[in-house]
């Protein structure tokens, strides 16, 4: 029987849920291992799982300063999708739908991955032609889209305002149907798991202080846990990119540190079926399986590490949904958080060896990490594993801003808060 | 034996009798009423389901905190679900649904979740519901289907779809003082900071001031305590320096001592006056802010805890005092601290019956052994509930011998009979909005209880919010709080006088009664709404999801609309324990806004329906009369078409298109952006920021120019004209002209401050009507004025000054269209005046107005970029626009535009694109080298624009392709899957018409 | 928030727009150093504490602002118009 | 001369608004203003700019931020940034007057005449209708009779002056004005408005 299934809950719960092993080990740290993975987030924990599932490297440690997931990895809003223009991202974000698709098996965890559908809503005729490139950039990609009519909406989205008076008038929108949603918390607790089971030393509260170095070469980290030797260091800290290259000596790096809010309103039966964004400003909502509707708009504009927003930026994003949605205006607000987003220069991220040898990085995720999740730990384990990128990865390096190869998705240039 | 109103007592207004309906069923309350307790008087127990078992659930609290009885609001034609019964005013009209069952709250298909309760304990769903490997359902299927079902169960109210009819607004407010509740702390604190001279607001959430002392049966400085706060908020509203806001919850702490309140300024009334306002969303910036929101009192866990007629004593209490509500005919109090026999005198006082009160303490203090005897009874010490017998209402209850060291049971169980069970765990303090402004709360081992951290905004604290229990503490800490918050020092002037308080509110350490659970005893409940139960906690705990954090999300513990404030103490409690370690070091969850749930309609209030304005040039009004179809561009409106009565926007483009080629046109530009960049270093800053030189234009003529971004991407371009030797008047496309302007503010604030430069936005001082065509001249010849407009006064690029009807007019020899073609500027007020001119003017030579796909047919010919080529990704070089990059002087951008990857030939660069099959292209498609609908080749690029050509009479478009300039003359395919469309094309030069510019000089 | 502008005094967080980093320093104008062009432009300290920042009074005055907040806490060490900070070499 | 068409449209005409059952707590206006101006100093030139446009248009200005000067119906003047100044009148030959005064060495003028709209709003609610706009402080303690503000309610861009107890007048881009004066109607709503 596998560890976890409706038969192993049933047999559990008639003898008094007491049988149910942690889902990971607490272990101390050893003096030293193979690889080091820094940061137990959604990102790190897949990478350590992928470095034992494909490569055999199980002499692995996942160093969190806090609790394991505390970083963005649970405090999204759990979408999932590959509805990108360029193609560097369609070809990653893609592998990783595919690896989404299969992820509830291959940990044997449910993380509720529900192909629900990310619709994006084109309120005038430049941006329906944007829309459909994007589509159409897809479809060339090997991907899914379709677009849908005015009327198409109304039947799949009840209660969005698509009367022709509204101020932001829906023209049609680009939909992709294998995008939807998936449980966050559960997918750290599911690569965790894996990892665990695996071999993989997942442990906690242990902050890293410092790297270990032999001339150039990184060698190790002390932590608040004590020194830990390593192979390879891989670092997957996004949130904290800058915070902790600064005790590689870094000072200088293409990332700030942003503030993204998110909001849930209060559990309500099912409301909206699909994943929706709004075209007339910067806005996004779906609903979990509990019933809140969940959602999120821009950056709140300024580096910040506090987790922590402003008022201005719940403002904006409470008019847009009442914008695209008027009956919203009506249910309440629960509950706003915010997230430390790792903004790039591009808006696309850094999967690469280096930039100091022994070292591996994993950063620059901006709003789109969650989705990332499977194939960000995948390629950068292959990265590790192999010292060479994956085809999926190769063209996020650290280089192409030099190199003038940036991977520029929405065309604003080096201003990170505008990705 | 229900509960029912007393026939005297409590600050209801008997007099006036409001009718409401609950579940269709007629019922009557009074003035002053909540819901719950107008239920309660009704004798109406069972008011709800809860999320997970759909149990039946009544009114456990008085207040805020509720977590079961929540209600759907049916009002203005929309529903309002997940509304407490404890915050709903009673008002005539007023309409209540259930909810969260089916098909009715009696008789609840859902309850049959109960069964499964040990198989739908915490994280069972991340065990099950993957599916097959293989078949139908394989992958995501099974889960999805499930998930349906899921969904269904799971969601507590259901909304609807109508908009929301009510009107929402924001105020934003300044004070010295905010005073965050207005209980006797609060009003204490608002009256010193007021008679200090500071400007206070007093925000209170319940509809009156007064807090406790509006139920506790004290007396305040020897009047009752209720007249006392009545006074003293009387008092306080007829100052100028304060305004008292009731209804109006602090729910936010940001940055810089801002907080956010809402006022529920409608919700109690019938029908709100014309023009109000439902809520209102305060925005209040605070010099000091006193925070005394006081205390909100805990349950303790036992089986059973849930059952409709177990709650708060402090609500019971609450209910006696303040409506004239016995909560049942015979109460057992269940306590871990004195406030619970505080209650049951007030209840006893009210006219109810106190049938028992166990205390988990193995001794109490004289003064709750004296309240004891008052309410008739001998507190049953060193005891414990361990069962409650019922269905859907509490009918009794089962006591054991507790031992309040070890938590062990011991001796008989003894069955007590009672319909209500009034429990109180202790008080933790309301310390949200402390926790929001940044800091993290601090453990109290006597008072049991999380109080605030050391304040790291502008705030002090008052009342039990400080954990001050007393009323005696209130007024002290309060006044001194107000002082504070006014830059004064704690005064020694008397307090107003209360009686002694000799009782023990500081509660044993006591939060569980761990008792075998089993199908008739019930499951002992943490979190009443989320249907979290101690075993919960506990299998959490077994699985490793230890961290607070981990048990929250684990297990969804307070996480419902109540936010957990009556379970997260509790819980953490209970998981301190499994772990073996203190309260403290298992931690505490942070506190995020809002502190109870705000309508989302109150937070975009501002808005007025409106989320972005709209922008409208001097002749809109004209265009829409001429039936212009309009269309956005950013924030404006602009002409698409205008079109001829059954004329599709294809043939009103092309009819347009043709008649600017074959006589003259005009388009209303006024949308460009304009900037006014006048001083003596005006030449060498636009030397700086364009990559063309500027220094060498002549007064009196313009020039086109491009601006790159610092990364050496194209980011804008237009016409700049020199109006003097300091005197530019630069044009920007209209997207970018908030974007350029602040581009170009930045660079003179900090990169060159030296120079000598002032910017001015005139977008909106100038109306714009570029009059283009082979008659273009003779239109202006017709009806300028004070300047004459041949070739050489007025050469392509010269700008002359003149008057048109009698409005001055400068008039600038430009061309969008390729052909001969002015732009005609005026002041924007005369903006129409000379466009009805110019119209009139070319009357005889058939002049046609021409929207925006015009215009872009026109480029698409030149091949001129706009934004859509433009797009932050290409540089000059991708746009064949190298000749403008100036090798004489840097500018912004020369550093970095030759990077390697920038000057690659198989970047996609600018091409034109011919149908070949006679059919359009469409904005968007991809171009391929091969392939079909079904087989889709490899994308090379994308097209831009494109039109049908009247000029050239067939479909062309712009595209970037790889390589660009390498492919003309190459056969290639459009393909737009989402669209259908396949075909192929030629890729060829650019400019497809006119390419020598004949038209244009001529 | 709030922010002190010098010129306008305290106003709301929403009247300004973040200009990002004051730290870097441009390279001479006709300077063909990539490498130095590609540090101005791309990469930042981005501290976690004080961080030197710009901000434009967009929504009022206009003016940059130099300002010195804490990236944990929000909390703003100093303000002053960037002009002046610029000109008098008090510029991080 | 031609006259200057008002952005502000058909909507906006004479009449009582809102819930004026007990009387209007506002009224609303489009003053004339034949010019406006803004004029801006180079640093350590504002003394000599103020001197100028004093000089122009019969007011006495200070120097501090945000100061103003106010001739009923005659001319107006306010500080709106650094060295930076909003300057209206009556009349529209001013803008010449202007910039005959100001010379170059001093700082420079902008004519706004057409490019901005003045809307003028007073009675006893006149604060409580722009406090749900605008994030300022309308005490008269804390913004003075004459005093100026330069300010934004989300995509409006504002300068204020206060021009009595109760009155301000409000310059708005003119492309806005009328989304701008729907604003502010429907914030009147509650305490009736009427438009003269």
Same mark, same amino acid.
């Given at each position: 029987m596998a560890e976890y299934s409706a038969l192993s809950l049933l047999k559990n719960a008639l003898t008094g849920n007491c049988d149910w092993k942690p889902a990971w080990r607490k272990p101390d740290p050893k003096p030293a291992y193979d690889v080091i993975i820094v940061g137990g987030g959604g990102h790190g924990l897949a990478t350590a799982c992928y470095l034992a599932a494909e490569h055999g490297i199980t002499n692995v440690a996942v160093l969190e300063k806090g609790w394991l997931g505390s970083g963005n990895i649970g405090r999204n809003t759990t979408i999932v999708r590959s509805n990108y223009l360029l193609p560097e991202s369609i070809r990653f974000y893609d592998f990783s739908v595919k690896l989404w698709e299969n992820l509830s098996h291959e940990l044997n965890y449910n993380v509720m991955f529900s192909q629900r559908g990310v619709l994006n809503l084109a309120h005038n005729p430049a941006q329906a032609d944007a829309y459909i490139r994007r589509g159409n950039a897809m479809r060339h990609g090997g991907g899914d889209a379709d677009w849908l009519t005015r009327e198409q909406i109304a039947r799949k989205v009840p209660g969005l305002d698509l009367s022709g008076t509204a101020r932001f008038p829906v023209v049609g929108g680009l939909l992709q149907k294998r995008a939807g949603t998936a449980r966050h918390d559960a997918v750290a607790w599911g690569y965790a798991r894996g990892a665990d089971r695996r071999g993989v030393d997942i442990i906690e509260n242990c902050e890293v202080t410092g790297f270990l170095r032999d001339g150039d070469r990184i060698i190790g980290v002390s932590t608040s846990r004590g020194d830990i030797r390593a192979k390879k260091v891989g670092v997957a800290v996004a949130g904290s990119t800058s915070r902790v290259l600064n005790l590689a000596g870094i000072g200088q790096f293409p990332i700030e540190s942003h503030v993204l809010q998110a909001f849930v309103s209060e559990a309500l039966k099912p409301f909206v079926d699909c994943v929706v964004t709004f075209g007339g400003g910067h806005l996004y909502m779906s609903q979990s399986d509990k019933g809140g509707l969940v959602f999120g708009g821009s950056l709140d504009y300024y580096n910040s590490y506090a987790q922590r927003g402003n008022l201005p930026t719940v403002e904006d994003v409470m008019s847009e949904i009442c914008a695209m949605f008027p009956s919203v205006a009506r249910l309440r607000l629960l509950r706003s958080w915010g997230g430390v987003m790792d903004m790039s220069m591009d808006g696309a991220p850094i999967i690469t060896k280096g930039p100091l040898p022994g070292m591996y990085l994993n950063c620059g995720w901006c709003y789109g990490g969650f989705k990332a999740t499977p194939a960000s730990g995948y390629s950068f384990a292959w990265t590790i594993a192999k010292d060479e990128p994956h085809a999926i990865n190769a063209p996020y390096t650290l280089s192409r801003f030099e190199r003038g190869a940036a991977i520029d998705e929405t065309g604003h240039g080096p201003t990170p808060k505008l990705h | 034996m229900s509960p029912r109103r007393t026939t005297s007592g409590g600050s209801i207004d008997r007099r006036r009798t409001i009718r409401f309906t609950f579940d269709g069923e007629a019922y009557t309350g009074h003035a002053g009423d909540t819901l719950a307790s107008a239920l309660l008087a009704n004798g109406v127990r069972l008011v709800g389901r809860s999320f997970k078992y759909h149990r039946p659930r009544g009114v456990f609290s008085a207040g805020i905190d509720e977590p079961s009885a929540l209600v759907t609001v049916l009002k203005d034609g929309v529903r309002e679900p997940n509304i407490p019964a404890t915050r709903i005013e009673l008002h005539d009209g007023l309409r209540v649904e259930s909810q969260n069952r089916f098909p009715s709250l009696a008789f609840d298909f859902g309850a049959i979740n109960q069964l499964g309760g040990r198989l739908l304990g915490a994280g069972f769903y991340y065990k099950t519901f993957m599916g097959p490997v293989i078949g139908p359902l394989k992958g995501t299927r099974f889960w999805m289907f499930c998930e349906r079902f899921i969904r269904r169960a799971a969601g507590l109210g259901r909304a609807d779809y109508a908009p929301d009819p009510s009107r929402y607004e924001r105020m934003n407010a300044f004070c010295d003082v905010l005073v965050a509740g207005g209980g006797v702390a609060g009003l204490m604190a608002a009256e010193a900071a007021a008679k200090a001279g500071k400007r206070v607001i007093l925000a209170e959430q319940e509809p009156e001031t007064g807090g406790f002392a509006k139920w506790s049966n004290e007396t305040i400085g020897g009047k009752p305590a209720a007249e006392w706060a009545k006074t003293a908020s009387e008092r306080l509203a007829a100052l100028d320096n304060v305004r008292l806001l009731t %209804?109006?919850?602090?729910?936010g702490y940001y940055d810089g001592n801002t907080l956010a309140a809402l006022e529920r300024v409608g919700d109690h009334l019938a029908r709100p006056p014309k023009g109000h306002a439902r809520h209102r969303h305060w925005t209040i910036r605070a010099g000091a802010v006193v925070l005394a929101t006081g205390a909100l009192e805990r349950p303790l866990v036992f089986p059973g805890n849930d059952r409709p007629g177990v709650m708060l004593a402090g609500a019971v209490r609450r209910y006696a005092g303040e409506y004239g509500v016995l909560c049942g005919d015979k109460t057992v109090f269940f306590a871990n601290n004195d406030s619970a026999y505080q209650a049951a005198s007030t209840l006893t006082k009210a006219g109810g019956h106190v049938a028992a009160i166990v205390d988990v303490r193995p001794t109490i203090s004289e003064a709750a052994t004296a309240l004891a005897a008052e309410a008739g009874v001998v507190p049953l010490t060193g005891q414990a509930v361990v069962e409650t017998k019922g269905g859907k209402h509490i009918t009794g209850i089962v006591v054991q011998s507790f031992d309040a060291a070890t938590g062990a049971l011991s001796g008989d169980a003894r069955p007590i009979e009672c319909d209500c069970l009034a429990v109180s765990g202790g008080w933790q303090p309301v310390i949200h909005l402390a926790s929001q402004a940044g800091a993290k709360a601090e453990w109290d081992e006597t008072l049991q209880a999380f109080l605030p951290p050391?304040?790291?905004? %502008?705030w002090s604290g008052a009342g039990s919010f400080l954990g001050q229990m007393t009323t005696a503490g209130a007024l002290e800490s309060g006044r001194n709080a107000g002082l504070s918050a006014s830059g004064k020092k704690p005064s020694r002037a008397r307090l107003p006088e209360v009686e002694p308080s000799p009782l023990? #509110?500081?509660?044993?350490?006591?939060?569980? #009664?761990k008792a075998p659970i089993s199908a008739t005893r019930g499951k002992a409940f943490v979190d009443l709404q989320h249907d979290v139960t101690a075993d919960d906690v506990r299998l959490a705990h077994r699985e490793g999801f230890v961290s607070v954090e981990h048990l929250k999300r684990y297990t969804t513990l307070g996480m419902a609309t109540d936010q957990g404030k009556t379970s997260n103490v509790p819980g953490l409690a209970i998981m301190a324990e499994a772990r073996g370690i203190s309260i403290p070091e298992a931690g505490t969850t942070r506190f995020r806004p809002p502190y109870s749930p705000v309508a989302i309609g109150a937070l975009a209030a501002e808005r007025y329906g409106n989320l972005k304005p709209n922008r409208l040039t001097p002749m809109h009004d004209w265009h829409v009369e001429h039936g212009a179809r309009m269309m956005e561009a950013g924030l404006w409106h602009r002409p698409m078409i205008y079109g001829a009565p059954g004329e599709t926007v294809e043939q009103a483009y092309i009819r347009e298109a043709a008649a600017v080629r074959r006589s003259v046109g005009i388009v209303d530009v006024s949308t460009l952006g304009k900037i006014a960049v006048k001083g003596p270093d005006a030449a060498e800053f636009l030397d700086r920021v364009y990559t063309n030189m500027f220094s060498t234009l002549a007064i009196g003529k313009a020039r086109y120019g491009l601006m790159l971004r610092e990364d050496g991407i194209a980011f804008d371009d237009g016409t700049t004209w020199r109006l003097g030797e300091d005197d530019f008047l630069m044009t920007t496309t209209t997207a970018n002209a908030g974007p350029v302007m602040q581009h170009l503010e930045y660079f003179l604030d900090i990169v060159w401050p030296d120079l000598k430069v002032h910017l001015t936005s005139v977008t909106d001082q100038w109306a714009g009507a570029a009059v283009a065509g082979p008659e273009a001249r003779k239109v202006l010849e017709k009806c300028v004025i004070g300047t004459a407009v041949d070739n050489d006064t007025l050469p392509f690029m010269g700008i002359v000054h003149g008057r048109i009807d009698g409005a001055p007019v400068m008039i600038c020899r430009l061309s969008f269209s390729g052909e001969l073609a002015y732009e005609v500027y005026s002041g924007a007020g005369h903006g129409l005046h000379v466009w009805e001119a110019l119209m009139e003017a070319g009357e005889s030579f058939g002049i046609t107005p021409y929207g925006m796909e015009a215009l872009g047919t026109l480029r698409i010919e030149k091949g001129h970029v706009t934004g859509a080529e433009i797009d932050g990704r290409t540089t000059a070089r991708d746009l064949y626009l190298d000749w403008m990059l100036s090798k004489k002087k840097p500018f912004i951008g020369s550093g970095l535009m030759d990077r390697p990857g920038l000057i690659d030939q198989n970047r996609i660069r600018l091409v034109g694109v011919v149908s070949l099959d006679g059919q359009p292209l469409g904005g968007g498609a991809h171009i391929v080298e091969q392939g079909s609908l079904d087989a889709l080749g490899q994308s090379i690029g994308h097209i831009t624009a494109f039109c049908y050509s009247p000029a050239l009479a067939k479909y062309i478009g712009l595209a970037l392709v790889k390589g660009g300039k390498a492919q003309h003359g190459r056969r290639a395919f459009v393909s737009d899957p989402l669209r259908k469309r396949f075909g192929p094309v030629e890729l060829v030069s650019h400019h497809f018409f006119d390419p020598e510019g004949r038209r244009m000089h001529g | 928030m709030l922010i002190s502008c010098p010129h306008c005094g305290p106003r709301d967080l929403a009247e300004f727009s973040y200009q990002g980093d004051a730290t870097r320093t441009r390279p001479e104008p006709a300077s063909t150093d990539t490498k130095a062009w590609h540090d101005y432009v791309y990469t930042r300290p981005n501290p976690a504490g004080p961080h030197h920042e710009y901000w434009q009074h967009a929504g009022g005055c206009r003016a940059h602002l130099l300002i010195v907040r804490d990236t944990l806490s929000h909390e703003i060490h100093s303000v002053a118009l960037a002009r002046s900070a610029n000109a008098s070499g008090a510029r991080a | 001369m031609v006259e200057r068409a008002t952005p502000l449209g058909a909507d906006f005409r004479p009449g009582s608004y809102g819930d004026f059952a007990d009387g209007v707590g506002v009224t609303l206006s489009e003053p004339s203003t034949g010019t406006i101006v803004e004029a801006t100093a180079w640093p350590g030139h504002e003394k000599a700019l103020t001197a100028a446009l004093g000089r122009g248009t019969g007011l006495s200005l200070a120097l501090a931020p945000g100061a103003g000067a106010y001739r009923d119906a005659k001319a107006a003047a306010f500080n709106i940034g650094p060295g930076r100044f909003l300057v209206s009148g009556k009349d529209e030959g001013l803008v010449d007057d202007l910039a005959r005064a100001v010379s170059l060495e001093t700082g420079t003028i902008t004519d706004l005449s057409h490019g901005r709209t003045a809307l003028r709003i007073e009675g006893m609610a006149t604060e409580w209708v722009l406090a749900k706009l605008f994030a300022l402080d309308f005490s008269l303690d804390a913004f003075p009779v004459s005093a100026g503000r330069a300010t934004a309610h989300h995509d409006f861009f504002v300068q204020i002056q206060r021009t009595g107890d109760h009155r301000f007048d409000l310059y708005v881009f003119r492309s806005f004005a009328r989304a701008f004066a729907m604003a502010l109607r429907h914030a009147a709503q509650d305490v009736g408005y009427a438009i003269k």
């Open positions: - | %209804r109006t919850m602090v729910w050391a304040p790291n905004q %502008r023990e #509110i500081a509660p044993a350490p006591i939060f569980e #009664i | - | -």
